[in-house]
């Protein structure tokens, strides 16, 4: 796997990315939630004559409109691509890897509510040699940075799963390595917090 070559992604194509992915997928949320608000009207209105055509009725003007935005027009697609599961070939991660160290936050960089003071310098100094350093999660993104901030730790926090789902990354600093198949992530360079830093 070392013979791969790091891509040319800089940083900000991948926040961009991150950016675009989580609009689509709100986007995605926002008409699953219309469309199950316009049923409940019609299903808890008195009017039973006609149910099931107003409610295919709703269902299709929603996705049309949402084919109108450049949506899936499916229930079942507009579900996935809400989490991240099914998106559209230019929101997709390609095989070229990612430049930057990715370090996971719960048994890494946090264990309990203790930081890894060690592996928070190897970070700074790492972002110091000019490497992007993202700090994610499998987790809540919002309890994790709420967390590190707390502890004085500026880092943005990112999805696993949402944000990074089938990525390939440079190097990823886990507890867990081999659970970022779930994700299905692949890196180039895994490193256990306890080996990494004495």
Not at 3 to 17: A, F, N, T
Not at 113 to 136: C, K, M, T, Y
Not at 140 to 145: F, I, P, Q, T, V
Request: hydrophobic share 35%.
């Amino acid at each position: 796997m070392s013979s791969v070559r790091v891509g040319d992604w800089c940083e900000s194509s991948v926040l961009e990315k991150v950016a675009a992915r989580r609009a689509f997928m709100q986007r995605c949320a926002t008409y699953v939630e219309e469309l199950i608000s316009t049923w409940r009207k019609i299903l808890d209105s008195r009017k039973r004559k006609d149910q099931d055509r107003l409610l295919a009725d709703a269902e299709q003007k929603l996705l049309r409109r949402a084919a109108k935005e450049g949506l899936p027009t499916t229930l079942g697609s507009l579900k996935e691509g809400r989490d991240g599961t099914s998106l559209p070939a230019q929101l997709r991660w390609t095989e070229k890897p990612i430049r930057g160290v990715f370090c996971d936050v719960d048994g890494t960089l946090l264990s309990g509510n203790s930081l890894n003071f060690a592996l928070v310098q190897h970070l700074r100094g790492r972002e110091a040699d000019g490497l992007p350093v993202f700090i994610w999660t499998g987790g809540s993104r919002e309890d994790a940075e709420k967390r590190l901030r707390q502890l004085g730790l500026d880092w943005l926090v990112y999805s696993k799963e949402r944000d990074f789902l089938g990525a390939t990354v440079e190097e990823a600093i886990d507890d867990l390595l081999h659970e970022l198949g779930r994700y299905q992530i692949s890196f180039l360079r895994g490193s256990h917090p306890s080996k990494l830093v004495k």
